[in-house]
């Protein structure tokens, strides 16, 4: 039954996610028709003066806040849009765009005068009537240090198709980033009113959180937010918010593994990364709330924290596989790997584009993939932790069950008698375990009596509770 519910969850995920797939890229030929323009372009950075620039094969140094870049081409004389529109990808930086020495566009130098954060992402920018074969150029300012040092590519679309485009092209990351958000959401509703009967499903709740984050995430750094006409700069906020919040509830959901090791030097480590995670991220959100210092500056600090949780995280499943061997523990090992390789991987993408100006890897932002696969193993887990405890729960109601059939109460004083009522007791008990397979019930007994005349219940309990923890110690020896 375990094998059929991950195969059939697995199918409908499968399903779904084709049937969607098919829907979105059914006339991408259509609306994916566009004219790049990464070709021929002069650019002065620094003061130097470059000419027949190509923007993928152009590299720079690095640049400081209040950098100017300046980029001068001719559009193609004749192209075959009603309407067009430019597709500009800008990392934290200021725009003007002029087509024939007039500005037909500007964004963030109003932000940088107010020492506000610009963002960084896709500007969708709608082209004059009359723009073919006339000179365009761009003027970028730079607003924070060390962003980026190399030009994305510009192309130009029809205008109604460009959002679809956008959608299309990234439709992987919309269908995952909606899916975790949804699902998070879904799961987090029904999880806060669970909590109210059991504690248990607070691991679930904690997942939810973590879902919600890292669904939001997704669809921001991948820009897909676009089509509700949310300004650049508020979805890199909630792009930055999401990250830094989203160690919170992985942390609260391996509190329960690290208490279980009862190792102090561990438990000492969980809460001084607690609290590390938790200043760090309310330092650097405050001060990127009050516009002292932006997210854009710190995130490599929180990217380190990052991947200290994960290794901690690691290690914590590690050393409680190795002492108990349990199959969540494993299952929950894989996911946390899974997760942390395809982290590793961003983060290793992210910095080599922004510090060394070069792509060399195929695909990014693969995390929410790694998370969809961990979240997957985790709710595996979680059902194969519940069967199990539902199956445990109906041995130990069997077992009471099992031994009320031979227990016996007696009301006589006699100790041979009583003696010999014991002898026929644990030989209802081996009979038992002979009828039923696979039990091995041991009952541990013990007795006492009085006279009238002597009588006080409470010793004579107390003293058969003894006897019969005597007799409960003679009988794990024996075990042994």
């Not at 991987?345 to 792509?359: E, T, V």
């Amino acid at each position: 039954m375990k094998a059929a519910w991950i195969l059939y969850a697995f199918l409908s995920l499968t399903v779904t996610f084709i049937l969607i797939d098919k829907i979105l890229s059914k006339d991408y030929a259509s609306i994916s028709q566009s004219v790049s323009l990464d070709e021929s372009w002069d650019i002065t950075v620094g003061g130097a003066t470059y000419q027949n620039v190509s923007l993928p094969d152009f590299t720079f140094g690095t640049l400081s806040k209040g950098d100017k870049i300046t980029m001068q081409c001719t559009l193609p004389p004749h192209l075959d849009f009603v309407e067009g529109a430019l597709r500009l990808h800008i990392k934290q930086t200021a725009v003007k765009i002029f087509i024939n020495e007039e500005q037909i566009y500007e964004y963030g130098h109003d932000r940088m005068a107010q020492n506000k954060t610009v963002g960084s992402g896709y500007l969708l920018i709608n082209l004059p009537s009359k723009y073919e074969g006339q000179p365009i150029s761009l003027e970028l300012t730079v607003s924070e240090n060390k962003a980026f040092s190399q030009m994305s590519s510009l192309r130009i679309y029809e205008w109604e198709n460009i959002y679809r485009a956008l959608l299309t092209e990234n439709r992987i990351p919309l269908f995952v980033g909606c899916f975790l958000t949804v699902f998070g959401l879904v799961t987090c509703i029904i999880t806060a009113f669970a909590l109210i009967f059991s504690m248990r499903y607070l691991k679930i709740l904690c997942l939810s959180v973590f879902s919600i984050c890292m669904g939001l995430w997704t669809l921001c750094y991948y820009n897909v937010i676009l089509i509700f006409s949310i300004p650049l700069y508020s979805i890199c906020l909630l792009e930055y918010l999401t990250l830094y919040l989203a160690p919170f509830p992985l942390i609260l959901y391996l509190r329960e593994d690290v208490m279980a090791l009862k190792q102090k030097s561990m438990h000492a480590i969980y809460r001084i990364l607690f609290i590390v995670q938790l200043a760090a991220a309310s330092c650097m959100l405050g001060l990127h709330m009050v516009d002292l210092v932006h997210c854009a500056s710190t995130l490599k600090y929180m990217q380190i924290l990052i991947v200290c949780n994960l290794i901690f995280a690691i290690i914590v499943e590690i050393i409680n596989l190795k002492a108990s061997h349990n199959l969540t523990h494993r299952l929950f090992l894989i996911g946390m790997l899974i997760l942390a390789g395809c982290v590793a991987y961003d983060l290793l993408y992210y910095n080599i584009d922004r510090y060394f100006g070069k792509s060399i890897l195929p695909v990014k932002g693969i995390s929410s993939l790694g998370l969809v696969a961990f979240i997957f193993i985790l709710f595996v887990t979680f059902y194969i932790s519940i069967t199990q405890h539902i199956m445990q729960e109906a041995e130990r109601s069997f077992l009471i069950k099992s031994a009320g059939e031979v227990i016996a109460i007696s009301e006589t004083a006699d100790s041979s008698e009583t003696e010999n009522m014991i002898r026929q007791f644990q030989q209802n008990i081996a009979q038992k375990n002979q009828e039923i397979p696979d039990l091995n019930m041991s009952i541990a007994c013990g007795y006492a009596s009085c006279t009238v005349k002597d009588y006080n219940i409470d010793k004579v309990y107390q003293l058969a509770d003894d006897r019969m923890y005597e007799n409960k110690k003679l009988m794990k020896q024996a075990h042994r």
